[in-house]
Structures are given as structure tokens and as C-alpha cells.
């Protein structure tokens, strides 16, 4: 895993000839990640696309969620290996968001997305008032999108019109699992009929005027929809990168870009004179605590690496540097 903060230096590519420790230049200084948070793509150590998946309402609850029995569910997945898994508690169905596929030991294979509680599969999925991540069939592209109830999102990428497999009104109480609730309806049950009858003229009043103001207006104000015929609203988060140099999609872990193929953190240190693109790998930085952030020097064709504070030298050449990557264009942040 990186270390707790950003290097403090930085490699400076100015003076290739004396590889001195004190190459360095401006830095930039910014909490990574936990203990807990390594060789996967999906995770953080505030969980990721766990907590970023979760339901709004589970957030804002004091009391926990009641969740529903769960059968024929996928198996097979690794928390270590493949990242969090999201959950939702909604009206009709709870969901587990798997965010990646995966094959399990006995070589089933599992389909990234939504499982509900019957261990029925949906690619996409949106809740109502909730936040949820929805895939592009056509470009693979990922976005998160808060549902706004007539919306038709569109991918934020490659702007082709998103196919919702299931709507699920977000739950706003858990009566439906708890059973000792009393609900409007049992109240009413209990007001005798000339009660229910005085309630019914007091509504009617009140409720005619309004109607017959909305009318009016109606008749008056043109219909929105005869010339607005846009009607979708799409909020979506910057969480996706796709490197052409190893061509493909890395994902944000905390506040830095993650590749599981090859176990790197790499982010843009645009604080730097000048920018350049720092990468920590797991098995190689790992060795020096908390220090061990690399940059490739393109003029020299070599890895440098932070050993101590302000102290950079070139890469042992014991590692194998044969699985290492790098951007192609060194100080030039192309994936903002």
C-alpha cells in the first residue's frame, strides 16, 4: 500500500548528469491510503465504491437497515482481492453491488452489477432519491447518477442513452421489516365514519380551489414540454480514468488512480516544477515504509525512486522493471 502522504519531493529531470540526492522541487502533501486498502481498484479506506455505492438513506439513519433473507446469491467473491461490495436497502428489493466480474473457484464465472435478494442479476440499476453506478453497454464507461424520478440518463463519455434494468424507490422506513410501526392507515381505521365523513368535505374544500387555480394556469402557460424536450438531469463524478498506455479503465482509491492489473497508485503531483506523474507499486515501494514513490525519466530511459525525505536515486537494478508502466507523456496530465 502507498504511505500515508504524498513524497515531499520531487525527482527533478534537470539534472540527469549527477544524480545527486538533491534533485528535487516542489511537492504536494495529501492523505492516501489505510492499511487496508491495496490490490484493488474498488477500494479506499473509507471502503470505496462500498461507501460510495451506499444508499443515502442507510447514511442518514441512526438505526441500522433491516435486511432481507438473502438465496441464491453469488459466491466466490474476495473483499481483498476484487474490493467492497455496495449495498441498498430499497422498497422492494436489497441490493449488493459487485463492481467488477469475477470467477469464482469451481470456475463459475460471475457478471459485475446488482444482485437482489433472490439472486436475480440486473447490469444497471437506479433508486429513486438515491445515488447508484450505472455501466454503458456501448462504451463500458461508468458514471455515478443520482435518479431524479422521468429522467433518461445518458453516458457522460460517449453520450449513448443508458438502459435501466430495474427503478426502486428508496425505503424510507423499515416498517416493512420491523411490523411495529402504526401506519396512517391504522389510524384512520380507527376515527368513527362521521369522522371520516367530515374529513372527506373539509379536503374537497380545500383541495377544489387549488385545482381549479391549476387549471387556469395550465390553460394559460403553455406546456414546457411542447418546446423542452429534454427532460433528463445526470449527476456524475470524475471517478474513472482510461490510460491508453496500458489501455484500460483505472478507477479512484482514496485520492490517487489505481491499476490492480499491476498493483499501482499513481497520481498527478501538479505541484511539482514541472508536473510530473508520480506511480508507487506494490512489491517495489513497498520496501522503503513510507517513502518508495517513483517517476520514470524519459530522457534518461530510467525509474527513480524516493528512498528517505529528499533523497532520489535510481531504481536497484535488482527489481524487475519489465510489468512497469508509465505515462508517455511525463509532464503532461492529459486525464483531468
Excluded at 444508499?55 to 438465496?71: E, F, I, M, Q
Excluded at 423542452?228 to 482514496?254: A, P
Aim: charged residues 20%; glycine residues 6%; contains cysteine.
Amino acid at each position: 500500500m502507498p504511505p500515508s502522504r504524498h513524497s515531499s519531493s520531487h525527482h527533478s529531470s534537470s539534472h540527469h548528469s549527477s544524480h545527486s540526492s538533491s534533485h528535487h522541487s516542489s511537492s504536494r502533501s495529501h492523505s492516501s491510503h489505510s492499511s487496508s486498502s491495496h490490490s484493488s481498484s474498488y477500494r479506499s479506506s473509507s471502503g470505496s465504491y462500498g461507501s460510495l455505492f451506499r444508499s443515502s438513506s442507510g447514511s442518514s439513519r441512526s438505526t441500522a437497515p433491516v435486511r432481507r433473507t438473502r438465496s441464491s446469491q453469488p459466491y466466490g467473491w474476495n473483499n481483498k482481492v476484487h474490493g467492497s461490495v455496495g449495498h441498498y436497502y430499497c422498497s422492494t428489493h436489497d441490493y449488493d453491488y459487485y463492481p467488477q466480474d469475477w470467477t469464482a473457484q469451481d470456475g463459475r464465472q460471475f457478471k459485475e452489477g446488482y444482485y437482489d435478494e433472490n439472486g436475480q442479476h440486473y447490469e444497471n440499476m437506479a433508486m429513486i432519491g438515491g445515488t447508484t453506478m450505472l455501466k454503458c453497454s456501448y462504451c463500458g464507461n461508468r458514471m455515478l447518477h443520482k435518479w431524479v424520478e422521468g429522467d433518461l440518463p445518458v453516458c457522460d463519455k460517449c453520450g449513448a442513452q443508458l438502459k435501466i434494468d430495474i427503478t426502486d424507490k428508496e425505503e424510507k422506513s423499515y416498517s416493512g421489516h420491523s411490523g411495529n410501526t402504526t401506519t396512517l392507515k391504522d389510524e384512520l381505521k380507527k376515527v368513527p365514519l362521521i369522522g371520516k365523513i367530515a374529513i372527506g368535505v373539509f379536503l374537497c374544500c380545500m383541495i377544489l380551489p387549488i385545482f381549479i387555480i391549476f387549471a387556469a394556469l395550465f390553460l394559460i402557460v403553455p406546456n414546457k414540454d411542447s418546446y423542452d424536450t429534454t427532460r433528463y438531469e445526470t449527476s456524475s463524478v470524475k471517478n474513472s480514468i482510461h490510460v491508453d498506455e496500458i489501455n484500460r479503465t483505472c478507477y479512484l482509491d482514496g485520492e490517487d488512480w489505481y491499476d490492480s492489473q499491476t498493483e499501482c497508485w499513481f497520481y498527478y503531483n501538479d505541484t511539482a516544477s514541472p508536473a510530473q506523474w508520480q506511480y508507487w507499486y506494490e512489491g517495489i515501494s513497498s520496501d522503503y515504509g513510507d517513502y518508495g514513490w517513483m517517476e520514470y525519466d524519459s530522457n534518461e530511459n530510467a525509474w527513480y525512486i524516493e528512498t528517505n525525505d529528499g533523497n532520489w536515486v535510481h531504481l536497484p537494478s535488482a527489481y524487475d522493471t519489465t510489468k512497469l508502466w508509465h505515462m508517455t507523456d511525463e509532464y503532461t496530465n492529459t486525464y483531468d
